[in-house]
T-cell receptor, first 115, second 113 residues
Framework: NAGVMQNPRHLVRRRGQEARLRCSPMKGHSHVYWYRQLPEEGLKFMVYLQKENIIDESGMPKERFSAEFPKEGPSILRIQQVVRGDSAAYFC?????????????FGPGTRLTVT | SQQGEEDPQALSIQEGENATMNCSYKTSINNLQWYRQNSGRGLVHLILIRSNEREKHSGRLRVTLDTSKKSSSLLITASRAADTASYFCATDRITGGGNKLTFGTGTQLKVEL
């Protein structure tokens, strides 16, 4: 059973460009979470999605950031017009459906560098 | 202090010694989880303890939870150099069928030979 997959692992973008980060959850998992980690800090929740639905986006910046989890394919975190402050590691986690299943399994992360 | 704040921030011990890390949080929780992160890598889930549990073991790991004090501790016994990593506690509150995690700033553990 493959773990959570994220790609790319490293992404370099110039200011003003768009960044697209992809996440494929573990097989059988229908809940996806995105977190951001700034250098020397813990992870901060951004958004929680189920298939075709955004459930909680309370941690998402109001502008330039969007996320989706389509019926088919990976979840996408999209950052438009990137700025240097967007440089961080972005982690995706997935968990199985159903009550009482709360462990989240993390992908290896995408390290975004904005130059 | 923030939800899920670890103490100490950094810890350096000799191989074979025990390492204890503490985590404090502010709001009521459903579960508390501990994760390990090696430098520049993703997070590895170590252990989950539910709010109605007081202690849990997994191999060389022992986790305690005191909901009255809103604190948890992670004990790694007989540490190894491979245990060198950052350790994070994360708390959750169930919302809408899922659970977003609130992470602390982590404890950096260094185990020296």
């Amino acid at each position: 059973n493959a773990g959570v997959m994220q790609n790319p692992r490293h992404l370099v973008r110039r200011r003003g460009q768009e960044a697209r980060l992809r996440c494929s959850p573990m097989k059988g998992h229908s809940h996806v979470y995105w977190y951001r980690q700034l250098p020397e800090e813990g992870l901060k929740f951004m958004v929680y999605l189920q298939k075709e639905n955004i459930i909680d986006e309370s941690g998402m910046p109001k502008e330039r950031f969007s996320a989706e989890f389509p019926k088919e394919g990976p979840s996408i975190l999209r950052i438009q017009q990137v700025v240097r402050g967007d440089s961080a590691a972005y982690f995706c986690a997935s968990s199985p459906a159903g009550q009482g299943r709360y462990e989240q399994y993390f992908g290896p992360g995408t390290r975004l560098t904005v130059t | 202090s923030q939800q899920g704040e670890e103490d100490p921030q950094a810890l350096s011990i000799q191989e074979g010694e025990n390492a204890t890390m503490n985590c404090s949080y502010k709001t009521s929780i459903n579960n508390l989880q501990w994760y390990r992160q090696n430098s520049g890598r993703g997070l590895v889930h170590l252990i989950l303890i539910r709010s109605n549990e007081r202690e849990k073991h997994s191999g060389r790991l022992r986790v305690t939870l005191d909901t009255s004090k809103k604190s948890s501790s992670l004990l790694i016994t007989a540490s190894r150099a491979a245990d060198t990593a950052s350790y994070f506690c994360a708390t959750d509150r169930i919302t809408g069928g899922g659970n977003k995690l609130t992470f602390g700033t982590g404890t950096q553990l260094k185990v020296e030979l």
